[in-house]
C-alpha cells in the first residue's frame, strides 16, 4: 500500500513539493486550455546553511514559519505556496504576467531588507532573495522553474525577474 500524500510541510504550513508534484501537470494544461499564464516564484534564504548551523532549531522553526506566513500574505488565493527545499520556497503564481512578477519580487525584496540589516525574527543577517519567470509559448515548464531559481539565487540582485 502507497503511503499517502502529505500535502503540507509540517515545518512551515506551506504545501509540500510532493503536492506540487501532483498538481502542476494540471495547470500547465489549464494555462494552456485557457491561453492564461502561469509564473513561477522563487524564494531563497542565501546563508540558510550557516544560519542553520548557528541557531537553535527552534529559531530555525520560526523563521521558516515566518518566511511562510510573510510569503503567503503577499499571494492570491489561486496561487500556491511550496516548501521547496529546505532553504527555498517556491510559489505558482496563477495568470501571473511578468510584470505582476517584478512588483511581487520587489515588494518581498522591501519586506525582507531589515532581515539582511539583522533586524528581522531573529538578531542576525538573513538574506532572503526572490526570483520569478513566466511560462510563454510552448516552451518547458522545467526551463521556467531553473530560470526563477537562478534569478532566486543570484548573488549580484541584478536579476529581480527574469521572462522567457
Same mark, same amino acid.
Given at each position: ?57 527552534? =529559531?530555525?522553526?520560526?523563521? $521558516? /514559519?515566518?518566511? *511562510?506566513? @510573510? %510569503?503567503?500574505?503577499? #499571494?492570491?488565493?489561486?496561487?500556491? &505556496? ?40 531573529? =538578531?542576525?543577517?538573513?538574506? $532572503? /532573495?526572490?526570483? *520569478?519567470? @513566466? %511560462?510563454?509559448?510552448? #516552451?518547458?515548464?522545467?526551463?521556467? &522553474? ?19
Amino acid at each position: 500500500m502507497a503511503a499517502p500524500l502529505l500535502t503540507r510541510d509540517p515545518r512551515s504550513g506551506a504545501y509540500s513539493r510532493a503536492f506540487f508534484d501532483e498538481i502542476i501537470e494540471r495547470e500547465i494544461e489549464r494555462a494552456k486550455r485557457h491561453k492564461g499564464l502561469l509564473s513561477v516564484m522563487s524564494v531563497v534564504i542565501a546563508n540558510w546553511n550557516t544560519f542553520v548551523r548557528e541557531e537553535e532549531a527552534a =529559531a530555525v522553526e520560526g523563521v $521558516v /514559519r515566518t518566511i *511562510a506566513n @510573510t %510569503l503567503q500574505s503577499n #499571494l492570491r488565493m489561486t496561487d500556491y &505556496l511550496f516548501r521547496w527545499e529546505d532553504d527555498e520556497f517556491l510559489a505558482l503564481l496563477i495568470e501571473a504576467d511578468l510584470e505582476a512578477c517584478k512588483v511581487k519580487v520587489s515588494r518581498l525584496g522591501d519586506m525582507f531588507r531589515p532581515w539582511r540589516e539583522g533586524k528581522g525574527p531573529v =538578531a542576525r543577517l538573513l538574506k $532572503v /532573495r526572490a526570483g *520569478a519567470a @513566466t %511560462l510563454t509559448g510552448d #516552451l518547458v515548464f522545467a526551463g521556467v &522553474l531553473q530560470i526563477a531559481r537562478a534569478a532566486a539565487r543570484d548573488a549580484s540582485g541584478e536579476i529581480p525577474a527574469i521572462m522567457v
